[in-house]
């Protein structure tokens, strides 16, 4: 069974920066892509950010808004996801996520973390 465990969320100021980490454990033989998402209040998860772990395809939701920055560490299996100039509106439960993405453009959807609360203040 496959296991993503996020963390580094929190509370900060808006302005700050947080960085959110993933780690993947089980099978990650089958996890070609991991990405990460978000779930605000009255909103549908929305699209953050996807890596392909293999070739390092990166690609954003419109949520990134040039503001947050997926990478990858394969010796670790984790994925992080930096966020810069944060907005009391990217307040929320952020989601990593992991699968098989064998078609250009898809999304990791198959396995998912449980969630990391971020809370950005004014």
């Known amino acids: 069974q496959a296991q993503l465990v996020e963390s580094g969320g929190g509370a900060v100021q808006a302005g700050e920066s947080l960085k959110l980490s993933c780690a993947a454990s089980?099978?990650?033989?089958?996890?070609?892509?991991m990405g990460w998402y978000r779930q605000i209040p009255g909103r549908e998860r929305e699209r953050i950010a996807a890596?392909?772990?293999?070739?390092?395809?990166?690609f954003y939701g419109a949520s990134a808004s040039g503001r947050f920055t997926i990478s990858h560490d394969n010796a670790k299996n984790t994925v992080y996801l930096q966020m810069n100039s944060l907005r009391p509106e990217d307040t929320g439960v952020y989601y990593c996520?992991?699968?098989?993405?064998?078609?250009?453009?898809?999304?990791?959807?198959?396995?998912w973390g449980p969630g990391t609360q971020v809370t950005v203040s004014s």
């Open positions: 089980g099978y990650t033989d089958k996890m070609n892509c």
């Open positions: 890596i392909y772990t293999g070739v390092g395809s990166k």
């Open positions: 996520a992991a699968g098989g993405c064998w078609i250009h453009g898809a999304w990791p959807d198959k396995y």
